[in-house]
C-alpha cells in the first residue's frame, strides 16, 4: 500500500459504517433514509430490489429499483452516508448475475426472482432419522 492510500484509509476510517448489512445483488430491501424539510426531520423508508452493487470502502453504493403505479423507479443509496439510517433485508433472490439490469426491460411475473431456500433440508420432516454418519473404515477387509 502506498503512503498516499493509507492516508486516504486514515482519513475514511471514522467516517465507516461499523454495522453493515449483508447486501447482495436480488435482494429485496428496505432502505430507511433520513429526510430533512425545512427544519423537521422524518425518516422515509423505500423498498424495491437490489440490482447493482459499486464501489469500494466509503464509496459503496447501490442501486435499488422498484415499481410505483406501472412505472420503474431506481434510486442510488450511498452505503455509508449519515442519511442511510438503516438497511434491512426482507428477501433473499436468486441472481446469477453481478449486474441486474436486464429488470428493466421485464414486464409483470417475469420481472421477479427466485427466492434462495436457507435452512430447509430436503429429506421431508423436520423430525426426521437423527441417526449419527458411522465412520468408514479404509483398508481393512
Avoid at 20 to 35: K, M
Avoid at 115 to 141: N, W
Amino acid at each position: 500500500m502506498t503512503h498516499a492510500q493509507a492516508l486516504i484509509d486514515k482519513v475514511e476510517k471514522p467516517h465507516l459504517k461499523s454495522k453493515l448489512p449483508t447486501l447482495r445483488i436480488g435482494d429485496t430491501v428496505d432502505v430507511h433514509t433520513r429526510i430533512i424539510e425545512g427544519d423537521k426531520e422524518r425518516t422515509q423508508v423505500y423498498n424495491g430490489v437490489v440490482i447493482a452493487v459499486r464501489g469500494r470502502g466509503i464509496n459503496v453504493n447501490f442501486t435499488v429499483r422498484r415499481i410505483v403505479g406501472k412505472e420503474g423507479v431506481e434510486r442510488t443509496f450511498m452505503l455509508h452516508s449519515p442519511n442511510v439510517l438503516d438497511v434491512v433485508s426482507r428477501r433473499q433472490g436468486k441472481a446469477r448475475r453481478a449486474k441486474l439490469y436486464y429488470l428493466r426491460d421485464r414486464l409483470g411475473k417475469a420481472r421477479r426472482l427466485k427466492e434462495v431456500r436457507t435452512g430447509r433440508s430436503r429429506g421431508g420432516a423436520e423430525g426426521g432419522s437423527t441417526r449419527e454418519a458411522e465412520p468408514e473404515l479404509v483398508g481393512s477387509p
